[in-house]
């Protein structure tokens, strides 16, 4: 008995040890491209299958020879991380939801709590555990998983302090720090009554535009299949390698189920005395992929390429990979959040509106700067364009310091308008990208331009490092933008995005992109933020605080049309908050 025990336990170890290694090979591969050692994960995937199965059918002889609970814990975790790493290389939603399923098993089986063991390697573990589960419980919005999870992230973080005294846990302490002030910042924590960020079918699609979205069909109509996000900003609020903005922009490129295919609650029973979770088709029972969990209703979610702090080489290679891939008669979206040249970074950084009380002085200081700056892309889109002017204002891409290898020109931007482009830029430097239009090389490229500074009743609500981007909150949540930029401690208008679909002037390149949910209704949002901002100020300085979007949309839509200023009008009354704005007479 005592040899066969031995001959179980040291299967074991060498299948561990497999496993490992091929999980070693696929743990820092890209998660971008859309053929990224997809035959590696596989054989990860079937590493770990073998092992698990194994240490379920030997589970008595293998605890007698030593196992502990904490390493049946680690074995559940890598395979939570495999299904994360799956879903952010594919956007999946079947992914993200078995690799929550994982951890929370974890999590309910106490496989690290349990042991109490005074291991400082087990210890790291388990923080790393808390720490993967906190963000996959986010993208999933699981808010009361992440109260729960960051609850238990502090009192180990305290016990690890008090019991390990010589080892410094301050990074630890950062990780508790970053998750509260995001859980600050996200209105998801902050408004109970919030909606999700993501797509519903039901709230987010007016009935009477699909048969006017159809009739785009007969032309050109791109599929919305793959897309880009990058924040870029000095202390900005973020989570791991997750920005506040870049995850805003991720749910909104999601659809958002029913509800039904979601689990709520892991069903708890007992074997043998141990708690075992039989709630989903893989669980850590039979480790096969989630079965009846997605909605077969929906369509695929569009590929995300989430970048934290990259380089400008980095970016230009993701953006080359990505658009090499892109299948035919398909468009990327790149949404780029960052601050602009050093010299704009030190202006001031916001207004206040409760209507307009600057000093003739400062609204002069003001408006020279900007005019000087970004005169010359107005110029541009007369159709003056030298080399030259590709290459004046950029996007800064650093930390510290000044250095061309941290600029992104609109130039840089040039060679990837062969293939069709939605580009959306959130920086005080986002006009300077207007030379774009009428300089692509292939495809006539969609854009969203922000203001160059965001506007707010109170000027303490503007800071970026608090609530992130203004106009990616418009985007994402435009309710909830308008809300704050209005100081109200709490819609879209459903007849725009008729009146957007019935256009007979709307032009090619947003009619091209029109179909895809995801896209029109960016669009939409777009049209509301630029009429809120534009009836907030004042009308001379509309140039510094509204958005702009090339080429232009139709008049029908503009803030000053009748049907768009009414809306806004209505809304500001009903929230009564109207004497903050500068209506015409509606």
Known sequence: ???????????????????????????????YGRAQGQHYFQKVFKAYMRLWKYQQEHRTELVKAGLNRWEIGEIAGR????????????????????????????????????????????????LRFYARFLLVSLIL??????????????????????????????????VVQEIVRFMNADTTFTIASARPFRYSAIFDCHPNSVQDVARFHAKKVLKFRDSILMSYHRNEVKFAELTLDAYRMLQCLEWESSGSFYPKHLAETKENGIVVDYSGTSGLIDMKLVAGMTDP????????????????????????????ELPPESVILVYLSASGKPSHINASPVESSGGPKRTTKNKLTSH??????????????????????????????????????????????IPFTRRPLFLVIDSDSSHAFKVL????????????????????????????TQNGSQFTFFLTAPLQAFCQMTGFALSDSDIWEVILCKSPSLDLVWAQVLSDPFLRRLIIRFIFCR???SAFCSSEESEQYVPVCLPQLPNSLSPKAEVVQSSVSQLANHLNVADGFHFDNT
């Open 1 to 31: 008995m005592a040899e066969e025990g031995d001959v179980v336990s040291k299967t074991f170890r060498a299948l561990v040890e497999r496993a490992d290694r091929k999980f070693a090979r696929v743990r820092d591969f890209p998660s």
């Open 141 to 174: 919005n699981r808010t009361q998983t992440v109260k729960v999870v960051v609850e238990k992230l502090k009192a180990l973080v305290d016990d690890c302090n008090a019991n390990f005294r010589e080892t410094n846990f301050k990074e630890w302490k950062l």
């Open 297 to 324: 209703t929906l369509p695929p979610n569009p590929r995300k390429a989430i970048l934290y702090r990259p380089s400008v080489t980095h970016l230009i290679a993701v953006m080359a990979t990505i658009c090499e």
């Open 368 to 413: 020279n700067s900007l005019e000087q700056n970004f005169s010359s892309p107005e110029s541009h889109i007369n159709g003056k364009k030298g080399s030259s002017d590709y290459y004046d204002d950029y996007l800064w891409l650093g930390s510290k310091g000044n250095g061309g290898s941290s600029n992104l020109y609109p130039g840089d931007i």
């Open 531 to 533: 009429a809120v901002l």
């Open 79 to 126: 395979i939570g991380q495999l299904y994360f790493g799956q879903y952010t290389r594919t956007s999946e939603a079947r992914f993200l939801v078995e690799s929550y399923v994982f951890y929370e098993a974890i999590l309910k089986r106490r496989y690290f709590e349990g042991c109490k063991v005074k291991d400082l390697g087990v210890r790291f573990k388990e």
């Open 437 to 464: 239009h009428g300089a692509e090389r292939g495809e006539k490229a969609a854009l969203l331009l922000s203001p160059f500074r965001p506007m707010f009743k109170d000027p303490f609500s503007a800071d970026i």
